[in-house]
Nanobody, 124 residues
Framework: QVQLAESGGGLVQAGGSLKLSCAASGRTLSKIAAGWFRRAPGKEREFVAAITQSGDASRYADSVKGRFTISRDNAKNTVSLQMDSLGPEDTATYYC?????????????????WGQGTQVTVSS
């Protein structure tokens, strides 16, 4: 089992930046792929970004491409999401997820472990 805990959310003005972190416990995160998803009020959960087990490849939703960067530090058992040029449309609860494969997926149903989420609010 893997327990995931997100941190780093908060309130930021449009154009600002935030860095989310996801810390894993229970077992090493280094052998499994990870991703970030978000759910805005009144909307479905959506894919944001994902990264392979080794960190050699990543994938982004079109809406965040060029603004967000996913990374991982397997030695520290963490996955991060650097978010730049934030806009009100990025306001959501962000969730870290991990899956028992070394390749990433944009499909939330393929992830086995989820954090509790961290709130990101972007004011205009």
């Amino acid at each position: 089992q893997v327990q995931l805990a997100e941190s780093g959310g908060g309130l930021v003005q449009a154009g600002g930046s935030l860095k989310l972190s996801c810390a894993a416990s229970g077992r090493t995160l280094s052998k499994i792929a990870a991703g970030w998803f978000r759910r805005a009020p009144g909307k479905e959960r959506e894919f944001v970004a994902a990264i392979t087990q080794s960190g050699d490849a990543s994938r982004y939703a079109d809406s965040v491409k060029g603004r967000f960067t996913i990374s991982r530090d397997n030695a520290k058992n963490t996955v991060s999401l650097q978010m730049d040029s934030l806009g009100p449309e990025d306001t959501a609860t962000y969730y870290c997820a991990a899956r028992e494969f070394n390749t990433y997926s944009i499909n939330a149903e393929s992830y086995h472990y989820w954090g509790q989420g961290t709130q990101v609010t972007v004011s205009s």
